[in-house]
Nanobody
Framework: QVQLVESGGGSVQAGGALRLSCAAS?????MGWFRQAPGKEREGVAA?????AYADSVKGRVTIARDNANNTVYLQMDSLKPEDTAMYYC???????????????????WGQGTEVTVSS
């Protein structure tokens, strides 16, 4: 069992930046970030193993990075837009066969979420 604890959410104005962090309690193979806005389906934002994958909606504005020594993943979000407003969830898996992408089913463990609000 892996516990994930997110931090770093908050409220910013459009054009601002936020950095989300997620600390895992143990080894992870792949770590990712998902988000869910009110009334919308959950969507993958970014995922990382050695390389990174990004949703088209955030490419060029978001950077995912991981610190393997500390089992932590970060999501640096720049040039934030109101449509980035959502609950952001950290996710992880520990099995190589699950791969590392932007599909929720690839991930076994989920954090409790951290809220991001971007005002215009």
């Amino acid at each position: 069992q892996v516990q994930l604890v997110e931090s770093g959410g908050g409220s910013v104005q459009a054009g601002g930046a936020l950095r989300l962090s997620c600390a895992a309690s143990g080894y992870t193979y792949c770590m990712g970030w998902f988000r869910q806005a009110p009334g919308k389906e959950r969507e993958g934002v970014a995922a990382i193993r050695t390389g990174a994958a990004y949703a088209d909606s955030v490419k060029g504005r978001v950077t995912i990075a991981r610190d393997n020594a500390n089992n932590t993943v970060y999501l640096q979000m720049d040039s934030l837009k109101p449509e980035d407003t959502a609950m952001y969830y950290c996710a992880a898996n520990v099995q190589r066969f699950r791969g590392c992408g932007l599909i929720g089913g690839q991930f076994t463990y989920w954090g409790q979420g951290t809220e991001v609000t971007v005002s215009s």
